[in-house]
T-cell receptor, first 116, second 108 residues
Framework: DTGVSQNPRHKITKRGQNVTFRCDPISEHNRLYWYRQTLGQGPEFLTYFQNEAQLEKSRLLSDRFSAERPKGSFSTLEIQRTEQGDSAMYLC??????????????FGPGTRLTVL | TQLLEQSPQFLSIQEGENLTVYCNSSSVFSSLQWYRQEPGEGPVLLVTVVTGGEVKKLKRLTFQFGDARKDSSLHITAAQPGDTGLYLCAGDTGKLIFGQGTELSVKP
């Protein structure tokens, strides 16, 4: 049973650098979500794909953020010109075909980003 | 803006005590999900409630969805140190809207 996987688990970078995170969803799931979580808060929605189509983007997702899901399988989240305020846990979740008829989302372990 | 207010934010209790966590909103959700999260890990789905008034039990955990599908509660009976963690409620609007979480600490 392979759940949602995310790489890397931890990333430390200097302000101004670009970073890219990868998410591999549960294989039969067609929906993929990205969330961001800061200390002491619940996750906040960033963006959502159904298959390869990006259907919704939060206002939290500034122009420095871009996400792709080119073949409807894995997804990448890139942050350009990182800022200290980007430091957070970035979570990926998947849901859809093969699971419950409700939008039950299953989360990966997250990527912890620290911007120095 | 849809918000989920979760309370209490922190809870520290002794092993064997009972507790209830509340999740309230002015919005109606098609379903509501409860997650538990450990430090440095992603949230793990505990239960999904869908129907107004629904009650679901998971061992010592009892989840209830309000009649109007705007609020929910999680009750833990005879808490154990293994229950320690961050409990999150999330309302489904197509994407999940999360509460701030309840940090539970159960001391032996």
């Amino acid at each position: 049973d392979t759940g949602v996987s995310q790489n890397p688990r931890h990333k430390i970078t200097k302000r101004g650098q670009n970073v890219t995170f990868r998410c591999d969803p549960i294989s039969e799931h067609n929906r993929l979500y990205w969330y961001r979580q800061t200390l002491g808060q619940g996750p906040e929605f960033l963006t959502y794909f159904q298959n390869e189509a990006q259907l919704e983007k939060s206002r939290l997702l500034s122009d420095r953020f871009s996400a792709e899901r080119p073949k409807g399988s894995f997804s990448t989240l890139e942050i350009q010109r990182t800022e200290q305020g980007d430091s957070a846990m970035y979570l990926c979740a998947s849901s859809g075909r093969g699971g419950s008829s409700y939008n039950e989302q299953f989360f990966g372990p997250g990527t912890r980003l620290t911007v120095l | 803006t849809q918000l989920l207010e979760q309370s209490p934010q922190f809870l520290s209790i002794q092993e064997g005590e009972n507790l209830t966590v509340y999740c309230n909103s002015s919005s109606v959700f098609s379903s509501l999900q409860w997650y538990r999260q450990e430090p440095g890990e992603g949230p793990v789905l505990l239960v999904t409630v869908v129907t107004g008034g629904e009650v679901k039990k998971l061992k010592r955990l009892t989840f209830q969805f309000g009649d109007a599908r705007k609020d929910s509660s999680l009750h833990i009976t005879a808490a154990q140190p293994g229950d320690t963690g961050l409990y999150l409620c999330a309302g489904d609007t197509g994407k999940l809207i999360f509460g701030q979480g309840t940090e539970l600490s159960v001391k032996p």
